[in-house]
C-alpha cells in the first residue's frame, strides 16, 4: 500500500482547508518519490491555527500501490457532505448537513443555512479530473440534515426523516420542476440513525434503509402500512416516543433498523430483512445480494454484513421491547450479546470489524480499476478514517467476509496515533461519508472533515467538506457519453459501472419487451459476471420469450447464475411452489437457501415435502442455511418438527447435532420437556447441555417454564445456576403471564432495602416530628438505597424544600456513583469544583502508569479497558481507534454533550417507593428492566411503576465532581488511547 499525496503524477496547486484555513500547497514528482512544497499561512491564520501536524502526513491517502487518489472537489464548492450520487453525465450529487444538529451546535457559531440544506451538482468540465463548476440544485426547508440521495434520470431521490422526497427536473436545467413527498412516517428527524439513502436495484425496484430511531409508521401508495419500532428513544429532542412489538399489514414484527424494498410507483413495500440498529447504507451488487454496514453500542462491534431475504440481524430483542443489554447472557462477550449470535432466529453478523462509525456503501463491479477490483465491497468507516474493502466469499448458504484497509490517512489504521504537546493530528479528520463509483468507473470518496463524529456533534465550524477520486495509476480514465435513444446506447447504459445510472437502460429495455431479447441475451457471454447477471433479470421482464432464457439458466453450471435466475423468476412467476420444487435438490445450499426464502409465506400444507426436504438437506453445520430453513418455517415450527418426527430418535439424548440444531432452531413448545431432558443429561456434553436450556428459553409455553423452574433444582450448579437465570430473565417477558411467579419464585428484598423504605415511610409521615424528619434524610442519604429514595422523592416533588440543605452535605459522599450523579439534578453540590480546561490539559504530558491508576479508582466501575473494569458502560479497549485525543478528552470533560445511543438514563420509581436510576434495557407490557451503574439489573413489574423519565444529563459524573486534576486527566487519556 503506498502513501499518495493527492496527485503525484503531474505539477498542481491545490487549496487543503484544515478546519476552514487554507494552507496552500505545490507537489511534484521527483525521483519516484512525492515532493511538498508548502507556502505558509497568512499570520491570522497562523494564530488561529490549532489543529495541524506534519504537513506530508495532512492531506495523504494510503492506498494500493497501483492506484492514486487525487483531490476532484472541496469547499467553498459544497460543505458537509452526507452522501454523493452520479448522474448520467458523470455529474457528482451532494447531499448537505450544514444545520446538522441545531439543537446541539449552536448555530451562531458556525456556517448556516437558514433556508434549509441544499443538494449539490459538481462537475469536470473540461476532463482534467478536477471538479470546477458548483451550483445548488434544490434548497429546502423539508430537508433537514439529509442523509441518502439517489439520481436516476431526471427523478433526485432525496433522504431527509420524516421523508423520502423526490425532485423531478423535467426541462433538463438542474432545477425541479416538481417535488413530490414519496413516503413519509419515517422516524429520526435530524437523527443519525434514520432514513438512508436509496439505491437502484438490478430488478428495476428500489432499496433503501432506516436506522432504529423509530417509530416508523409508513404507508405505501397501495395503501400498505409499515409499522417498526423498539424502545429507542433520545439522540434528539424529536425522538421522544418509539415502542416495539408493532405490527405491520403483513402480520410481523418488524424491529430496530429496516432494509426495504418499494416499486418506482411507490407500491409494494416490503421489508427485506430487520432488526439492525443503524444501517446506515445498503449495497446491492448484480445477482441481487443486499450488504448493509452497521453501528454499535459500544466500541467494539460493529459489523458489515450480507443480508438474507427476511433475516432478523440480532440489535434488538426479537420484540424490540429489550437492548441486547437486557438479553446479555452470563459469559457472553460484546460482540457476541450485542447482535444475539448465539440465538435462534438471527443471522450471523458477518464481520465485526470493532470500534468505528461506518456509514456509506457500494460493491464496485467495473473493469475500470483493473480485474482485480472487480467485485469489491467497499464500506467507509468515518470513525476509523478509512475505506474497508472486502471479496465476499461463498461459505455455504452465506458468505466468508475477509476484511481490507483499502484506503485510509494512516499506513496502518489501528496503529498509535501520535501528536506533540499541542498540535492535534488532523489525519483522524478524514472522515468518508459515502463511497461512490463514477460513470468512468473511478471511485469518488466524501470526506465529511471533523475532529469527530457521531454522537450528534460537529467541530468544524466552517462545515469543510472535499471529495476524492480514485482511480489507475497513470490511466486518464474518460466518462462516456450515455446515450439511451438507441438499444445499443441502453445496453451500454446497463454496463455502466455507475450503478444507478443502470437504471436508464433497464427502463427503455425494458419498455421494447421481447423484441430486445436477443441483444439482452447477448450479455450472457460477456466476461464481465455482473453483466451477464444483469441479463438475467432483464430478460426475466421481457416476457414469456425472455422468461425461457431465464429458465435455462436454472441448469447453469454457475451456482451464482442459478440463484440470480431464481431470484428474477420469482418475482414474475405466479407458481413459486412450482419453482421451488424444480430447485429445492439443487447441490448448491446457496440456492436451496433462495428456495427456503421464497416459501416463508406459503402455508405448511403446501409446502410440507419441500420444507421436510429443506430440513434434512441441513449439514449440521452450515448457521447460514440453517436460519434459512428457520425462515422457510416461520410461524409452522411445530408442523414441520410433527412431520420430522418420525425420523428423529424417540430418546433426544440419542440426537445428533444436526438434529439437536434443528430443533433448537424451531424450538417448537412441545419439545419442553425433551430439551430438559437433554439438559439433565450427564452424558452430554456442556455445550449441548447449555444449547437445550437456550431452546428452552426461547419457547413461549407454559411447559417450558415449568421445565426450567425444575431445572434450578438439579444438584448440577452449572445447569441450575443457568436454569436461575433463565428463569428470571424470563419472568420479566416472555414468561411473565405463563406462570405466578410470585408463588414459584418470589422476589426478595433484601435487608438494607427493607430498612431504606421503613426509613422513607417514616420520613412521610406527617406525624413524624421536623427535627426527626432531620435526622432521617441524613441517615437516608448515607446510603446507596436510602440516597436513590430521596432521588426518587426530590424528582417526584415529594420532598420539603426545607429538607434539601441538610441532604446536599451528605448525599454527595454517598459510596454509589449513580446516587452522587442523580443528586447533581435536585441537590445543590456543596464547594463546587474549579472547572477544569482543555486548553490547559492539552499542553500537559500524560503518564500512562499513572493513568492506569486513575482509571482503576475512577472510571473501572462502569467502563472496561483491556483487563481493566466492568460492561456498564460502553467499552473503552478500543476508544483509541475512534478518537484522538481532544475528541476524547472532550467526551470526558463534557460527558452529556454527546450520549452514547442507548447508555440515556432513567429514573424510575415504583408505588411503594423505590428508586431505580440507570439504563433502560427493557420495556415490555408486563415488566421494565433497568442496568443501574453496578451493573445489576433490575425487573420492575409495569403495574408497580409510579414514574419513569429520561434523562440527557450522562451517568457519568464531570471530572470536577469527581476531584480529578488536570494532570490526572492528562495521564488518563495518555493510557486510554495507548492500545492494548
Not at 448555530?107 to 462537475?123: A, F, K
Not at 416499486?263 to 447504507?281: A, C, S
Not at 453540590?829 to 500512562?848: C, D, F, Q, W, Y
Request: hydrophobic share 35%; charged share 25%.
Amino acid at each position: 500500500m503506498k502513501a499518495t499525496i493527492l496527485n503525484p503524477t503531474r505539477l498542481l496547486s491545490t487549496s487543503i482547508l484544515l478546519g476552514g484555513l487554507s494552507w496552500w500547497s505545490i507537489q511534484l514528482q521527483q525521483a519516484g518519490q512525492p515532493v511538498r512544497l508548502l507556502l505558509e499561512p497568512s499570520e491570522p491564520a497562523r494564530q488561529s491555527i490549532t489543529a495541524a501536524t506534519d504537513s506530508t502526513d495532512s492531506n495523504r491517502l494510503y492506498l494500493p500501490d497501483d492506484l492514486e487518489a487525487t483531490l476532484w472537489a472541496e469547499a467553498p464548492m459544497f460543505y458537509n457532505p452526507t452522501n454523493i450520487d452520479v448522474d448520467a453525465r458523470g455529474r457528482i450529487w451532494v447531499t448537505e448537513a450544514v444545520n446538522y444538529r441545531n439543537f446541539n451546535n449552536k448555530p451562531e457559531t458556525r456556517l448556516d443555512h437558514p433556508n434549509g440544506e441544499r443538494v449539490m451538482i459538481l462537475e469536470d468540465t473540461d476532463g482534467d479530473g478536477k471538479a470546477d463548476q458548483s451550483k445548488v440544485y434544490v434548497e429546502d426547508k423539508d430537508l433537514v440534515s439529509p442523509l441518502g440521495i439517489a439520481v436516476i434520470g431526471n427523478k433526485t431521490i432525496v433522504s431527509a426523516a420524516p421523508h423520502l422526497v423526490i425532485y423531478t427536473d423535467e426541462n433538463g436545467d438542474d432545477k425541479p420542476d416538481k417535488k413530490e413527498i414519496f413516503l413519509t412516517g419515517f422516524g429520526g428527524l435530524d437523527h443519525d440513525h434514520s432514513l438512508h439513502a436509496l439505491v437502484a436495484g438490478p430488478d428495476g425496484k428500489w432499496y433503501f434503509n432506516t436506522g432504529n430511531a423509530g417509530p416508523h409508521t409508513v404507508t405505501d401508495k397501495a395503501g400498505w402500512t409499515l409499522r417498526s419500532g423498539s424502545l429507542y428513544t433520545g439522540g434528539t429532542p424529536y425522538n421522544k416516543l418509539n415502542k416495539g412489538n408493532m405490527v405491520s399489514d403483513d402480520g410481523r414484527v418488524w424491529v430496530g433498523g429496516l432494509a426495504l424494498r418499494i416499486n418506482p410507483d411507490g407500491t409494494g413495500l416490503k421489508v427485506l430483512g430487520h432488526n439492525f440498529r443503524n444501517n446506515y447504507e445498503t449495497a446491492i451488487d448484480s445477482y441481487g445480494n443486499l450488504w448493509q454496514n452497521d453501528n454499535d453500542d459500544q466500541v467494539v462491534a460493529c459489523r458489515t454484513s450480507w443480508l438474507m431475504e427476511g433475516g432478523n440481524m440480532g440489535y434488538f430483542s426479537q420484540d424490540g421491547t429489550r437492548y441486547w443489554q437486557g438479553d446479555q447472557r452470563p459469559g457472553q462477550d460484546i460482540p457476541t450479546a450485542h447482535w444475539h449470535q448465539e440465538d435462534p432466529g438471527v443471522i450471523p453478523a458477518g464481520d465485526i470489524s470493532g470500534a468505528g462509525s461506518p456509514t456509506g456503501m457500494v460493491f464496485y463491479e467495473g473493469d475500470e480499476l483493473g480485474e482485480k477490483y472487480r467485485g469489491l465491497l467497499l464500506s467507509a468507516e468515518a470513525g476509523r478514517n478509512v475505506i474497508f474493502s472486502y471479496k465476499p466469499e461463498p461459505l455455504g448458504a452465506g458468505y466468508r467476509m475477509l476484511r481490507t484497509d483499502f484506503i485510509s490517512t494512516f499506513a496502518k489504521v489501528d496503529e498509535d496515533y501520535k501528536w506533540n504537546d499541542i498540535k492535534e493530528d488532523v489525519r483522524k479528520w478524514f472522515r468518508p461519508s459515502d463511497v461512490a463509483v463514477g460513470t468512468d468507473g473511478a471511485l469518488y470518496i466524501a470526506d465529511w472533515f471533523d475532529p469527530v463524529v457521531g454522537g450528534h456533534q460537529m467541530k468544524d465550524p466552517k462545515g469543510y467538506g472535499r471529495i476524492y477520486r480514485i482511480t489507475p495509476k497513470g490511466k486518464n480514465l474518460k466518462k462516456p457519453e450515455i446515450n439511451t435513444a438507441k438499444t445499443k446506447g441502453q445496453i451500454q447504459a446497463v454496463m455502466n459501472p455507475a450503478i444507478n445510472v443502470r437504471m436508464l437502460g433497464f427502463e427503455k429495455l425494458k419498455a421494447q419487451g421481447d423484441k430486445v431479447v436477443k441483444p439482452v441475451a447477448t450479455l450472457l457471454n460477456t466476461p464481465n459476471p455482473y453483466h451477464r447477471a444483469r441479463a438475467v433479470w432483464l430478460l426475466a421482464q421481457l416476457g414469456p420469450k425472455g422468461r425461457r432464457k431465464v429458465e435455462e439458466l436454472l441448469k447453469s453450471d454457475q451456482a451464482d447464475l442459478r440463484v440470480t435466475a431464481f431470484r428474477a423468476l420469482k418475482q414474475v412467476e405466479p407458481d413459486v411452489i412450482a419453482l421451488a420444487r424444480q430447485m429445492v435438490d439443487d447441490p448448491s445450499p446457496a440456492v436451496r437457501r433462495e428456495v427456503a426464502i421464497a416459501l416463508r409465506d406459503v402455508p405448511f400444507e403446501q409446502c410440507r415435502d419441500l420444507l421436510v426436504k429443506l430440513a434434512n438437506h441441513y449439514d449440521g453445520l452450515d448457521r447460514f442455511y440453517l436460519e434459512a430453513v428457520g425462515l422457510a418455517a416461520d410461524k409452522k415450527e411445530e408442523e414441520l418438527y410433527a412431520a420430522l418426527k418420525p425420523l428423529i430418535p424417540s430418546n433426544p439424548v440419542q440426537w445428533d447435532q444436526k438434529t439437536a440444531n434443528l430443533i433448537w432452531r424451531l424450538h417448537p413448545g412441545s419439545t419442553a420437556e425433551l430439551m430438559k431432558q437433554r439438559a439433565m443429561a450427564p452424558s452430554l456434553t456442556a455445550e449441548a447441555r447449555k444449547q437445550a436450556m437456550v431452546a428452552l428459553g426461547f419457547m413461549k409455553d407454559p411447559a417450558a417454564a415449568r421445565a426450567m423452574v425444575e431445572l434450578t433444582k438439579l444438584d448440577d450448579k452449572t445447569v441450575a445456576e443457568q436454569a436461575e437465570y433463565w428463569a428470571s430473565f424470563r419472568r420479566s417477558n416472555d414468561w411473565a403471564m405463563l406462570l405466578n411467579w410470585d408463588e414459584v419464585m418470589p422476589p426478595k428484598l433484601s435487608e438494607a432495602e427493607q430498612k431504606a423504605l421503613a426509613l422513607r415511610q417514616k420520613l412521610m409521615d406527617e406525624y413524624t416530628p421536623a427535627e426527626d424528619k432531620l435526622k432521617l434524610a441524613k441517615e437516608l442519604a448515607i446510603s446507596p438505597e436510602g440516597g436513590k429514595l430521596l432521588v426518587g422523592l426530590a424528582a417526584e416533588k415529594k420532598l420539603a424544600d426545607n429538607l434539601k440543605p441538610a441532604i446536599s452535605e451528605v448525599i454527595f459522599t454517598n459510596p454509589d456513583q449513580s446516587v452522587r450523579t442523580m443528586a447533581g439534578d435536585y441537590f445543590k453540590r456543596p464547594n463546587s469544583s474549579t472547572a477544569l480546561s482543555l486548553k490547559n490539559i492539552t499542553v500537559l504530558t500524560g503518564n500512562e502508569t499513572a493513568g492506569l491508576t486513575v482509571f482503576k479508582t475512577t472510571c473501572a466501575t462502569c467502563h472496561r479497558h483491556g483487563e481493566q473494569g466492568k460492561d456498564i458502560g460502553p467499552e473503552l479497549t478500543k476508544i483509541h481507534q475512534k478518537f484522538d485525543r481532544n475528541g476524547l478528552l472532550d467526551a470526558i470533560l463534557n460527558p452529556s454533550a454527546g450520549l452514547a445511543f442507548g447508555y440515556e438514563p432513567w429514573l424510575v420509581t415504583t408505588k411503594n417507593g423505590q428508586t431505580y436510576y440507570g439504563f433502560l434495557i427493557s420495556d415490555g407490557q408486563q415488566a421494565l428492566v433497568i442496568k443501574d451503574a453496578g451493573g445489576q439489573k433490575h425487573t420492575i413489574p409495569t403495574a408497580q411503576v409510579a414514574s419513569r423519565k429520561q434523562y440527557s444529563t450522562s451517568l457519568m459524573p464531570d471530572p470536577a465532581s469527581l476531584g480529578l486534576s488536570e494532570q490526572q486527566l492528562a495521564d488518563l487519556i495518555a493510557y486510554l488511547l495507548k492500545k492494548s
